[in-house]
């Protein structure tokens, strides 16, 4: 089970930490993943990361600005946001797959997800 937190408010060029709690003792085999969906679109691609860490990618819109990260000790998924713009305003879901191949960004790949944080940024 995955429990998302930490989304909110904030002004443009402003920054957020959302977390992702998971219950279980097998989350570091799953490879990661930071999901959006934007008001009247589908649900997009943000960022990846896989069990070890050892790997990461980023959607061509995020990269630079938000930072994919895990404490396996904490079951502990986590999505630094900096220089947020009104475009990142969405509700944010984490999401947990087997496997590590092309299929990454592909929601429809990750099995379990959690419920999602919404993440609202002001002009």
């Known amino acids: 089970q995955l429990q998302a937190s930490g989304g909110g408010l904030v002004q443009a060029g402003g920054s957020l930490r959302p977390s992702c709690a998971a219950s279980?003792?097998?989350?570091?085999?799953?490879?990661m993943g930071w999901f959006r969906r934007a008001p009247g679109k589908e649900r997009a691609f943000v960022a990846t990361?896989?069990?070890?860490?050892?790997?990461?990618y980023y959607a061509d819109s995020v990269k630079g600005r938000f930072t994919i990260s895990r404490d396996n000790a904490k079951n502990t998924l986590y999505l630094q946001m900096n220089s947020l713009k009104p475009e990142d305003t969405a509700v944010y879901f984490c999401?947990?797959?087997?496997?590590?191949?092309?299929?990454?960004?592909?929601?429809?790949?990750?099995?379990?997800w959690g419920q999602g944080t919404q993440v609202t940024v002001s002009s």
């Open positions: 999401a947990a797959r087997f496997g590590d191949d092309g299929l990454n960004a592909i929601p429809g790949a990750y099995r379990y």
């Open positions: 279980g003792r097998t989350f570091s085999i799953y490879r």
């Open positions: 990361i896989s069990a070890s860490s050892d790997s990461t």
